[in-house]
């Protein structure tokens, strides 16, 4: 599955209660991250499987759509149903969905 073919769903559509993987370097992630999501660097995806959270479908998001959806295609080869939030952060916090920060300074998008 190419990435191209992954499901994709803006941001606005993305459940409240959904299982948010987020995909992004640390830095990005201290910076600014959706509450509740779970923090796997693309890089460590594959190392990482028992991390990923529990939703069918898992929702996987980084910056701007392009990491996460080749995670997204990347699980749903390995039997999760992964869906590419496009947009990604960016389009998250334009929709003024909810931030927190992990250095206690207010949250943005890196």
Same mark, same amino acid.
């Given at each position: 599955?190419?990435?191209?073919? *992954?499901?994709?769903?803006? &941001?606005?559509?993305?459940?409240? /209660? ?6 992004? !370097?640390?830095?990005? $992630?201290?910076?600014?991250? @959706? ?8 890089? /460590? *995806? ?7 959270? /529990? ?5 996987? *998001? ?6 996460? &959806?080749?995670?997204? @295609? $990347? ?15 960016? !389009? $998250?916090? &334009? ?16």
């Amino acid at each position: 599955m190419m990435p191209q073919q *992954v499901p994709t769903v803006s &941001a606005v559509e993305v459940p409240e /209660d959904a299982a948010l993987l987020d995909v992004r !370097e640390d830095g990005e $992630w201290v910076a600014g991250h @959706a509450e509740g999501a779970t923090h796997i660097p693309m890089g /460590d *995806v594959p190392a990482r499987l028992d991390e990923v959270p /529990d939703g069918d479908p898992v929702y996987v *998001v980084c910056r701007s759509g392009g990491r996460s &959806a080749r995670v997204a @295609a $990347w699980l749903n080869l390995n039997g999760y149903d992964a869906v590419n939030v496009g947009g990604g952060m960016g !389009e $998250w916090e &334009a929709a003024g969905r909810p931030l927190v920060s992990e250095t206690g300074q207010p949250p943005f998008i890196r």
